[in-house]
Each structure stands twice: as structure tokens, then as C-alpha cells.
């Protein structure tokens, strides 16, 4: 009997979407390009290409984008070989038109991104996405938030309203390797479809859960090169495929031309990322949203105050994704808190 060769899992590189976070949304059509040559070069197949908070995204809440997405997934699909463009979206976020246009600049994977406890919102973009032609994607977020049978509950709805696959997301890099392993068991035994794990680095496990989520039968694994994304950064691609060769593991992805890859093309966009700091490691140990990252830094220094005091507080309030303003309203909660302290001592 011929053994066979083929990859355990599809591997999603979320480098030009989950980093865009990392560089303040201001990738450029060249770095673009030359991501996707590289990534596709190393037999990469699935490469995601929008706002880091998806298909229109880009505004005042969360950020400008440099450069027009619909024209950097159409650079994206002009540059793919092999690869499938895939694009993320978020209900409220972006819009059923964004997801036409997407499909018409070539994206034909749609990653529909909703909070855990929301997956009725995905519904109608779903089925959306099958009849634009799209692979459709169920992205349940900050999945550390909720029990493995919630999740598997609300992963239910999403292989009943048609999903391809139904992913677990660390969107705040609170998993342990326990938590994931348990949260992948309990989704893959109540779905058809196919499951996937979207991990973040914020406690160093993103690589060590992704691989206990494979023995769990996980189908589809994100990561991003040099780990480039929100937060503390995501699952590192190249570390990920080195790892699973390491193991005996199949991916159909080379590993030298990926470690090319995320050195050569990606490493200079962000020379000093992957550094998992005080900040980063708050978001996992409180587990907040990690794109909230940058915002909270952002309004720390505005308002005179301590991020690690902002994460600490938000994680207290359990904000999750869409929630951004509390951001301000903490930091100008913990500035007042400061100044009524300051008074009572004089």
C-alpha cells in the first residue's frame, strides 16, 4: 500500500491581512506583490489580503489603510500562481458590497469573522459568499472566552448555514495548549465540515497549540510569516512548517523557501517584530482582543496613563471585537481616577 503524501492540513498565511495590525495598516501595493511571489513561490496555499480588521475596515475607528484594499488583492491575485486570495470580514465591519468587490478584484476565499457567542450574524454572508463562488469561512473570535461546548454549539450554526470550515480563533492569545486542544475536540466532534485554528503568540504557545490542535484533527491552520500580526503576533509560519517536518508531519509547504520567505521579504517590513513584550504578554494574560494593542498604546500615551492599567481594565470589562472606543473611555476613566487621587492626597 503506497503511503501517502499527502499534506495533513491547508495552511492559511494571514501575513497580509492578521499583519496589516502590526504595520498600522500601511502595506503598499510592491510589499504586497512581493509577499505573495514569496509565499506562493514556497507552495503556500491559501494567502489572506485585506484591512487587518477586513474588508472595509479602513476608518477613523480602526485605521486608515495606506494603500486601496481592493487593489491589493488584485495585485495578489495577478501575483498567485497556485495560491487562493483570501479575504477576511467582519459583519458591521465591512459590508455585503465589500465582499462583491472583493470577489470581483479575485479573492475566492470569504472568511466571515464574528464574535463567538454571534454566530447568527455570519449567516447571510455565508450564503453570500457561495453564491458569489467563494469558499466560505466561519471565524469564531476570541474563542478563549467561552466554554468548548459553546463553542461547539455556536460552531453548529455555522456548518448548518452552510460554512466549508469553522475556524477557533485566539484573537487574544489566551490559550493555553489545553484550551485549544479541548475547544478543536469539542467543535471537530460537532461539525461536518472542516475546522481550523487561528493562533496568536501572545503566550509564546501559538506554534505548540496549532500542533495540539492537529492532533486533535484539526484540518486548517493559519499562521503568518515572522509571526506578523496583531498583538504579540500570530502562529510563525516558517516556524510552524519547521516544526511539523521536524515531526514527520506533511504540509506540502517547502521549508527553506518559506524561512526565505518570512527573512528575506517579510522581515524588513517590521525588522523589530516578534518580540513578545510586556504589553503583548498582558493581552494573552488578560485576554484581550489582541488588535487592541496598538489603540491602547496609542491612547496611554494621549491621556497620560499606563497601558498595561488600559489591558488590565478591558480585560475586566470582557470587551471584544467592534468595541475599540472603550479604549478611550478607559484610558480618560484611569486619567480621572490619577487626578482625583492626586486631589484627595493634597
Known amino acids: 500500500m503506497a503511503i501517502s503524501t499527502a499534506p495533513r492540513f491547508r495552511l492559511t498565511d494571514s501575513t497580509l491581512r492578521d499583519g496589516s495590525h502590526a504595520v498600522a495598516h500601511q502595506f503598499t ?135 466549508g470550515t469553522v475556524y477557533v480563533v485566539d484573537s487574544a492569545g489566551a490559550m493555553t495548549i489545553d484550551d485549544a486542544r479541548r475547544r478543536v475536540s469539542a467543535v471537530k466532534s460537532a461539525v461536518s465540515c472542516q475546522v481550523g485554528i487561528h493562533a496568536h503568540n501572545n503566550l509564546s504557545l501559538a506554534v505548540a497549540n496549532s500542533l495540539a490542535a492537529l492532533e486533535e484533527g484539526v484540518d486548517q491552520i493559519d499562521g503568518c510569516a515572522t509571526g506578523l500580526g496583531a498583538g504579540a503576533g500570530n502562529c510563525p509560519t516558517e516556524i510552524l512548517i519547521a516544526a511539523c517536518e521536524k515531526s514527520g508531519i506533511t504540509t506540502g509547504v517547502d521549508p527553506l523557501l518559506i524561512m526565505d520567505a518570512a527573512e528575506d521579504t517579510v522581515r524588513p517590513i517590521h525588522p523589530n517584530h516578534g518580540i513578545i513584550d510586556r504589553d503583548g504578554l498582558l493581552l494573552g494574560y488578560a485576554g484581550v482582543y489582541s488588535s487592541f494593542l496598538l489603540h491602547a498604546k496609542r491612547a496611554a500615551e494621549r491621556y497620560g496613563v499606563d497601558t498595561k492599567q488600559i489591558i488590565l481594565e478591558l480585560g475586566e470589562r470582557r470587551v471584544v471585537g467592534g468595541q475599540e472606543d472603550m479604549i478611550i473611555d478607559v484610558a480618560m476613566e484611569l486619567q480621572r481616577r490619577a487626578a482625583d487621587a492626586q486631589v484627595s492626597q493634597s
Not at 29 to 44: C, I
Not at 90 to 107: F, M, Q, S
Not at 123 to 150: D, K, N, R, T, Y
Open 29 to 163: 501595493e510592491d510589499q504586497v506583490r512581493r509577499v505573495v511571489r514569496a509565499l506562493d513561490a514556497a507552495n503556500v496555499p491559501v494567502i489572506e489580503v485585506s484591512h487587518g480588521d477586513g474588508i472595509g475596515g479602513s476608518s477613523f475607528n480602526y485605521g486608515f489603510i495606506r494603500t486601496d484594499e481592493m487593489r491589493l488583492i488584485r495585485a495578489a491575485t495577478e501575483e498567485a500562481t497556485r495560491a487562493k486570495i483570501a479575504v477576511l470580514m467582519v459583519p458591521g465591519i465591512g459590508t455585503k458590497e465589500d465582499l462583491r468587490k472583493a470577489a470581483d478584484a479575485g479573492a475566492t476565499v470569504a472568511r466571515i469573522a464574528i464574535h463567538c457567542t454571534e454566530a447568527d450574524i455570519a449567516q447571510q454572508h455565508i450564503a453570500l459568499a457561495e453564491e458569489l463562488g467563494m469558499e466560505s469561512v466561519g471565524f469564531l473570535m476570541m474563542a478563549s472566552m467561552i466554554s468548548p461546548e459553546h463553542l461547539a454549539g455556536q460552531a453548529q450554526l455555522l456548518d448548518s448555514y452552510g460554512a
